[in-house]
């Protein structure tokens, strides 16, 4: 199993960007489909961002409606690490944001769902202010 550890919450303002980082050790990322999910206080966790491998070298990456045009998610294979880049933030997306890898499959993946993902980081907190 993959360690993973996340980093770059904090408080920002609405509209303002931050940049998570999801350190992985004891595997390397590049054989994993990797995702982010977030959860808000009371609510379920759900998929943010997500990439997988599309054939050779080349991984794909799938966004949530909510955030598509807004995050973008990459993977610095040297580093064994992915990222989330987030742009116009805003209130509601406030919560605890988590990044999640399983093991790449025979054919592409085509959903990301929590339950799926057997790694997970301990999560970190992003507030947004109106």
């Known amino acids: 199993q993959v360690q993973l550890v996340e980093s770059g919450g904090g408080l920002v303002q609405a509209g303002d960007s931050l940049t998570l980082s999801c350190a992985a050790s004891g595997r390397t990322v590049s054989s994993y489909d990797m995702g982010w999910f977030r959860q808000a206080p009371g609510k379920e966790r759900e998929f943010v961002a997500g990439?997988?491998?599309?054939?050779?070298?080349?991984?794909?990456?799938d966004y949530a409606d909510s955030v598509k045009g807004r995050f973008t998610i990459w993977r610095d294979n040297a580093k064994n690490a992915v990222y989330l880049r987030m742009n116009s933030l805003k209130p509601e997306d406030t919560a605890v944001y988590y990044c999640a890898a399983e093991r790449l499959g025979g054919a592409r993946r085509k959903t990301f769902v929590a339950a799926d993902f057997g790694s997970w980081g301990q999560g970190t907190q992003v507030t947004v202010s109106s």
């Open positions: 990439t997988t491998w599309s054939g050779g070298s080349l991984y794909t990456a």
